[in-house]
């Protein structure tokens, strides 16, 4: 009887790390640097929108100053994580004058993709953002 629950214990336990790490897919925006916006759905060359794979995960704002507006530093900030290969993809989807970003609606907030593994980020990229801490700011 004891080893029944133990295992199913395991069992649940790797049900959630599974369902933690799950891949999504999201859309990506071309943003320009000068003016928020000035933005577009990136297209591959049959029209069609660019969809990555990755998954969300929050990171902390730091104190930087962006449009003259002062992030504070424990605000929650969210990121699209790609592996290398998208963010390649993603990268070569807009101009250099252009944030590449991930959106899956016209009606999300600003975010940014970032580059990682095993649920971490290694390396963020450039990109208008909102903290979600404090939605109604005009950042």
């Given at each position: 009887m004891i080893n029944i629950k133990i295992a199913s214990l395991s069992l649940i336990s790797n049900l959630f790390v599974?369902?933690?790490a799950a891949?999504?897919?999201?859309?990506?925006?071309?943003?320009?640097?000068?003016?928020?916006?000035?933005w577009y759905w990136a297209l591959n060359n049959n029209r069609?929108?660019?969809k990555v794979t990755?998954?969300?995960l929050?990171?902390?704002?730091?104190?930087?100053?962006?449009?003259?507006?002062?992030?504070?530093?424990?605000?929650?900030?969210?990121?699209?994580?790609?592996?290398?290969?998208?963010v390649h993809l993603a990268k070569s989807a807009c101009p250099?004058?252009?944030?590449?970003?991930?959106a899956e609606s016209i009606t999300d907030i600003w975010y940014r993709f970032a580059e990682g593994e095993n649920n971490g980020i290694t390396k963020t990229f450039d990109?208008?953002?909102?903290c979600l801490?404090?939605?109604n700011s005009k950042l």
């Open positions: 599974i369902s933690a891949l999504q897919n999201t859309y990506i925006v071309c943003a320009s640097k000068n003016d928020r916006s000035n069609e929108y660019i990755g998954y969300h929050y990171g902390r704002c730091g104190d930087t100053f962006l449009n003259r507006f002062i992030i504070p530093r424990n605000s929650q900030l969210l990121f699209f994580v790609l592996d290398r290969q998208s250099s004058d252009f944030y590449f970003q991930p990109g208008h953002i909102k801490t404090d939605l």
